[in-house]
């Protein structure tokens, strides 16, 4: 009967130990994700919506600029053809580069995922370069913040995506304008849990590494 209770006690031990490991065995070094009250030291930011359902155009500059940038069909009305998207807000939401600044004079799209054949979420960014529009940045990914700076380009928040031996890696990444394109600051969330402070520099280069190996950037 010991012996039972004791092979018992001991397979209990063995499983706690087995959850430990794994719940310690991470990719990367990462806080629990903050509680709303404490004290975070960044800019206060603007959430930013992915809901085609409910997005608006709060003008006609927004189909035009669409239009003009050729990345829908400006000959229908309204389009439930994700490879023949027509030029409307179920299909993509158009934030100006700056504030203040036309659309048509430089912009950020946000494309919905199957979108002309492409299977995720595109994050574009467009400046006015004399006669045209030039591509300055692109993204495979989404804008989750805005955060306001004193240039009037904001810095913004984006959040890529990727597997890793059979895990889901969600990273949320801080960029900011400079010399005419988004760069990368860092790494701020892995997972929606914050990255060790300690672990901060070397964690965002890792992670930009990813972002360049696997053109979630361009």
Same mark, same amino acid.
């Given at each position: 009967?010991?012996? $039972?209770? %004791?092979?018992?006690?001991? =397979?209990?031990?063995?499983? #706690? ?9 991470? +990719? ?70 700056? $504030?203040? %600044?036309?659309?048509?004079? =430089?912009?950020?799209?946000? #494309? ?6 492409f299977?995720?979420? +595109? ?43 059979g ?20 790494c ?24 360049n ?6």
């Open positions: 009967m010991r012996n $039972k209770k %004791l092979l018992w006690v001991i =397979g209990i031990l063995f499983a #706690l130990l087995v959850v430990l490991y794994f719940v310690n065995d991470s +990719r990367y070094e990462i806080q629990e994700p903050q509680k709303k009250n404490e004290d975070i030291e960044k800019v206060e930011g603007i959430q930013v919506s992915t809901d085609f359902n409910t997005n608006t155009f709060a003008s006609k500059a927004e189909p035009k600029v669409l239009k003009d940038l050729k990345l829908c069909d400006s000959t229908v009305q309204w389009s439930d053809d994700l490879l023949r998207p027509s030029c409307t807000p179920n299909y993509f939401r158009v934030f100006p580069l700056k $504030k203040g %600044l036309d659309v048509a004079q =430089g912009c950020m799209v946000l #494309l919905k995922a199957g979108v002309n054949g299977p995720v979420r +595109r994050f574009v960014v467009y400046e006015r370069e004399g006669k045209q529009m030039v591509q300055a940045n692109g993204f495979i990914g989404y804008p989750i913040e805005f955060r306001p700076q004193a240039n009037h380009y904001d810095d913004v928040v984006i959040r890529f995506f990727e597997r890793f031996e895990q889901k890696y969600f990273y949320n990444c801080l960029f900011t304008w400079k010399q005419n394109r988004y760069q990368y600051v860092r701020e969330q892995i997972n929606d849990a914050n990255i060790k402070p300690e672990k901060q520099a070397e964690v965002s280069a890792e992670i930009l590494q990813i972002l190996e696997k053109q979630l950037v361009f």
